[in-house]
């Protein structure tokens, strides 16, 4: 039930079914973070709203560095 969730954080947001859930959960929640290693599609997949961004490979440690 999605109504319970106040934060959400999307991996793989940029396309197919992540960007469907993220687009269903910005629907739902007080808070979305979106994670992609594509910045591009990642900024197209924004929604116009404003959610948070995160450019990162999940299977890169270094990425995740960038992020703290």
């Known amino acids: 039930d999605l109504d319970i969730l106040d934060d959400a ?3 793989g947001a ?4 992540c960007l469907a859930s993220a687009r269903a959960l910005a ?7 979106l994670v ?4 591009e599609k990642l900024a197209a997949a924004a929604m116009g709203g404003d959610p948070v ?8 440690a270094a990425s995740l560095l960038i992020c703290t």
């Open 14 to 17: 940029s396309t197919g079914l």
């Open 53 to 60: 961004t995160v450019t990162a490979d999940l299977a890169d």
């Open 27 to 33: 629907a739902k929640v007080v808070w979305v973070a």
């Open 9 to 11: 954080l999307v991996t």
């Open 36 to 39: 992609s290693r594509s910045n």
